[in-house]
């Protein structure tokens, strides 16, 4: 299309009704009628990036190709639209304020007074804009974060404000509401919605669609109701029913015809481009709600008690077992907890484990009990990035005689810093920026896989692959022989530093650990491998 269309998806009533998956299942149902389209997430809060959030404040903090820490949205949009997100698609207040002091600061403004309006909110269209513009979009679906009526999200309702009225026929806004039906009365109340989008029209945002997130049926009087008194069209009050999978909201937004009304509100007829082709998505679906073999994995961090910690990695492995044919039964562990005494009694009857990601070393004396169980047990272990390291760190302890092992992120003064910062080799290394690496990586980087080896044939490749870091501490590569001796195989190395971003234990089903994050690379549609070998060989683990 010559001109890039704008919806916007806002949020009313209460937080965590899913404004993110309603802006991907849209995404998803455009991508399909051949539109060209990405997500954006705007978060009102003042932090730069999520970077430095705790998991239990956030959830997880997700990484783009490009290096950027994000909020774990962007996670839903690759996974829906199997598209690759980058910085500029996820905003925060702190990152909007902090550019215009920036520019501020230069004289940019020559001398004017900076304010909320226009600077501010220029700044937040200036980003959304230039999203669309940057790749040619056809449609760029931006999500606002937080709950109309919040004052951290006052300047961006007030920028999806002016762009309504700077572009009128490109922009539309949904708004996502809830609707709670109250047992005793049995009766659904659609007054909280009413309140909500009388808060949004306050602030000078009248809703084109209304999307009303509810347990229970609503019936034709009602959405008639909230469309006569909250002033929509009747075709344009959709609803959301809860769901036992995510997945399935793009088919149930496609069956209420949320499709069509976005087409129509920024002027263009649904029935002259193609109809959603939703095939592939429905056959996957299908698999995640009939499976009923099932695969029990153990997920063994320190952040298990908010499922939202490990989110990519929960999704990863929901999806994979669904390729394979299998209902996941998803077992959370506290790595603390984890001892000698009560590991075999953990595990029992899981079929793998998977040994999560983290930093700092709260937990990892857990996550070395376990290691040891899953590598003398011959039980499928997945560790990924921490997990990977972990898993090092337990086999310099248990097999090569290393006692005091460790890395130096838990203990700076270990005589065997089988994982360490590698400063001396990481300057060669260039980070996703461009820019020279400092001490954290982030972002895609290569890596070359070994040949003949197990990793090798199950990404069906011997050649150079690019995998998504976060982390700051490396494997020490001066024990990379005594590690290939004893058995724990290096197999795949970093070209440009000789840094080790995987390791495979010879003669054990599988047990393998990557540096890297493979689940930010897992989609719906596109599964990463090392997920599908992973519950493949778990399910035959009986």
């Known amino acids: 299309m010559a001109t890039t269309k704008y919806i916007f998806v806002t949020g009313g009533v209460a937080s965590s009704l899913g404004k993110g998956t309603i802006a991907a299942s849209l995404g998803k149902l455009l991508q399909a009628r051949g539109f060209r389209v990405t997500n954006q997430k705007l978060d009102p809060y003042i932090n ?11 959830g997880e903090c997700y990484v783009t190709v490009d290096g950027h820490e994000a909020d774990l949205d962007l ?109 005793a009365a049995k009766e659904l109340k659609t007054k909280p919605t009413q309140h909500s989008v009388k808060d949004l029209q306050h602030e000078g945002v009248q ?70 082709d ?42 994979a077992a669904a390729y394979n044919d299998k209902k996941l039964i998803l077992k959370s562990i506290l790595s603390d907890d984890l001892t000698e005494a009560n590991v075999a009694e953990a595990l029992a009857g899981q079929q793998g484990i998977i040994v999560a990601p983290g930093f700092g070393g709260r937990g990892v004396e857990g996550k070395f009990v376990a290691l040891r169980y899953a590598r003398e047990h011959a039980l499928p272990c997945f560790g990924i990035c921490m997990g990977m390291q972990c898993m090092a760190i337990e086999f310099a302890r248990d097999v090569l005689g290393y006692q005091r092992a460790n890395s130096t992120e838990f203990d700076p003064d270990t005589p065997q810093p089988i994982i360490d910062m590698m400063q001396d080799v990481k300057w060669k290394m260039q980070d996703a920026h461009g820019g020279m690496g400092g001490t954290m990586r982030l972002g895609a980087y290569p890596c070359q896989l070994r040949a003949g080896s197990h990793v090798a044939a199950i990404y069906g490749t011997d050649g150079v692959i690019l995998e998504r870091h976060r982390h700051r501490y490396e494997f020490n590569h001066r024990y990379q022989q005594e590690f290939e001796k004893a058995g724990m195989e290096c197999v795949g190395i970093n070209p440009q530093t000789g840094l080790v971003e995987i390791v495979s234990l010879k003669g054990h089903p599988w047990y393998i650990g990557t540096q890297f994050h493979p689940e930010y690379a897992s989609t719906f549609l596109h599964p990463h491998p090392l997920f599908m070998d992973f519950i493949c060989t778990a399910a035959a683990n009986r």
């Open 207 to 276: 809703p084109d669609i209304l999307v009303l997130r509810t347990e229970h049926e609503i019936p034709a009087d009602l959405r008639k109701k909230v469309a006569l008194f909250c002033n929509v069209g009747e075709d344009a009050v959709i609803q959301s029913r809860d769901v036992r999978s995510i997945y399935r909201v793009p088919l149930n937004m496609q069956a209420e015809g949320l499709d069509r009304v976005v087409l129509r509100k920024v002027g263009i007829d649904p029935d002259s481009v193609p109809a959603a």
């Open 48 to 58: 730069v990036d999520p970077g430095t959030l705790n998991p239990y404040e956030h």
């Open 75 to 183: 996670g839903h949009y690759e996974r829906f639209l199997n598209t690759e997100t980058h910085k500029a698609n996820n905003i925060t207040t702190g990152r909007i304020y902090q550019h215009v002091i920036e520019r501020e600061r230069r004289g940019d403004y020559l001398g004017k007074t900076v304010q909320v309006i226009p600077h501010i909110t220029d700044e937040i269209k200036n980003v959304i804009i230039a999203l669309g513009e940057s790749h040619h979009y056809d449609f760029v679906i931006t999500e606002i974060g937080g709950t109309v009526g919040d004052i951290e999200s006052l300047p961006y309702v007030e920028a999806v404000r002016q762009m309504k009225w700077e572009h009128a026929d490109d922009c539309c806004c949904i708004h996502l509401t809830y609707v709670p039906y109250l047992a």
């Open 278 to 319: 939703m095939t592939d998505w429905t056959a996957v679906l299908h698999k995640i709600e009939d499976s009923t073999d099932e695969v029990r994995i153990a997920i063994v961090g320190k952040y298990v008690q908010l499922q939202d910690a490990y989110k990519s990695i929960r999704e990863s492995l929901n999806i």
